[in-house]
């Protein structure tokens, strides 16, 4: 049996995982840069790339901020079955591949 907490903590890192994802999809959709997304919403870039990354425990009011930076609604952000994004051909990293 699993516990409550195990299971909320559980489910915490799972929806902070979704709403990372979710936000770096539509940021690359609307080809905008973590410090654009980030000088729309009123924070540093680091913040942006830690929710990207899932590390970050938004508030209500951010995810507002996001939706309305990234012209989504914000059950978008939160919205479950999503894809890992695709990093657009022009902004990938060049050099050797190993």
Not at 21 to 40: C, G, M, T, W
Not at 56 to 80: D, F, G, H, K, P
């Given at each position: 049996m699993?516990?409550?907490?195990?299971?909320?903590?559980?489910?915490r890192?799972?929806v902070?995982?979704?709403?990372?994802?979710?936000?770096?999809?539509?940021?690359?959709?609307a080809?905008?840069?973590?410090?654009?997304?980030?000088?729309?919403?009123g924070?540093?870039?680091?913040?942006?790339?830690?929710?990207?990354?899932?590390?970050?425990?938004?508030?209500?009011?951010?995810?507002?901020?996001?939706a309305m930076?990234?012209?989504?609604?914000?059950?978008?952000?939160?919205?479950?079955?999503?894809?890992?994004?695709?990093?657009?051909?022009?902004?990938?990293?060049?050099g050797?591949v190993?």
């Amino acid at each position: 049996m699993v516990s409550n907490l195990a299971l909320a903590s559980h489910v915490r890192m799972d929806v902070r995982r979704i709403v990372g994802l979710n936000v770096r999809r539509h940021r690359l959709e609307a080809e905008i840069s973590q410090e654009e997304l980030a000088a729309r919403i009123g924070v540093e870039q680091y913040y942006v790339s830690g929710l990207e990354a899932g590390k970050r425990n938004i508030t209500i009011v951010t995810l507002w901020r996001l939706a309305m930076a990234l012209s989504v609604e914000a059950a978008e952000l939160v919205a479950r079955g999503v894809h890992r994004p695709q990093i657009p051909s022009k902004t990938r990293p060049r050099g050797k591949v190993r």
